[in-house]
């Protein structure tokens, strides 16, 4: 088999071998069941609870808008944020019909266009182009960096124009919620069993294309997204701008390291919520028996996941390791450590499994 490498695997002879002493049988379908059942349907439930605490909160801070509930607001924000890098990754069925991701999380916000909404009133949400001025960044933004102060923030909410503000924040809340409880519902009432039914050995099965899926996020949305293009990696020049909850600067290395924890958890299986695992990626390649240089393939990304996060857990805040330091030399030793896993998920797993990648690499974005 001659597997296709991106721009993004390291050179060298090293190889994957899968030693085989009968035939190997793994059973996909049992995987499908743990992945719907106890990971993603939890995931998402517990995300749709967050998106309405989130809008009860602004409920609250709409009705009395003081500095104590719009520091609940905040709070809320981030707990529902936090809960959304548990189910970025599955961008399958009813997520990629509505095209989930790409209305909850476009950064860096366009506050030019947000603030052009605010002032007019004016404004159709379900144009893709109004992508870049809604969802958790556009909140960040209407939350934390509409003005330099807490006090100036709040004059702002209830100064002339905090009518047409408080309006922006509900209709983005209800385009966020509505969204949810539509992939959420579809995945309940259909989309679950045709996943866990489709449990073949295809690149139209269930495995096949939710593990290119999760590769594909791990590669361009969690490596590039989060840290590769902020510290300019594809670009040459730093991008501070580009972090995630740039207004909020302390919350980008959470939100990372939260991703970071979702899809290691998925690798091996872990129920949300819980310290059962179930059949998995990691299980399958144990399966197979896969060996990389003498070592267990699936203890060695785990390794080298554990090894990404400790350094990045070791930084500043995203905003201040670019912003502060010329060149940010820690944030890119630990980008380096992030960067290791791709190759091991992206060319040697799906070697083993026999999954081809359907997916250009996201190295020019």
Known sequence: ???????????????????????VTFNRGAMLVNWADNIILPSYETFATAMGSLKSSFDQFQDVRTQENLTMLRFKWLDAYKMWQRVSMFEIG????????LNMNIY???????DEW??????????????????????????????????????????VGGDNIVLLVNDILTDMSTMTQTVLQEWKSGYRDVFVANDGAS????????????????????RAGKMGIPLGVFSGNTLARNVEAYFNPEVSNTLFLEGLDAVQDFFNGR??????????LSSYLDKLNSIKQGDDLS?????????????????????NEIED????????LAYDEVQKVVPLLKVDMVSAMSISIDFVDADGD
Do not use: W
Not at 94 to 101: D, K, L, N, S, V
């Open 1 to 23: 088999m001659i597997v296709g490498c991106s721009s993004d695997t390291i050179e060298n002879d090293e190889e994957i071998t899968t030693p085989i002493t009968g035939e």
């Open 203 to 222: 690149s139209t099965a269930s495995v096949d294309r939710l593990v290119n899926d999760y590769i594909f996020y791990y590669e361009k949305f969690l």
């Open 325 to 332: 330091n010329n060149p940010p030399t820690d944030m890119l």
């Open 108 to 114: 860096p916000t366009n506050t030019s266009k947000i």
């Open 94 to 101: 009813p997520a990629e019909t509505i095209g989930f991701r």
């Open 271 to 280: 129920h949300f919520n819980g310290g059962s695992e179930g059949e998995s």
């Open 118 to 159: 605010i002032a007019t009133g004016t404004y159709d949400l379900s144009l893709s182009s109004s992508r870049e001025g809604k969802g958790f960044p556009a909140l960040d933004y209407l939350f934390n960096g509409l003005a330099d102060t807490d006090i100036a923030i709040l004059d702002m909410y209830t100064g």
């Open 299 to 319: 203890a060695m990304i785990n390794a080298q996941l554990n090894k990404a996060r400790e350094l990045v857990t070791s930084l500043q805040s995203f905003r």
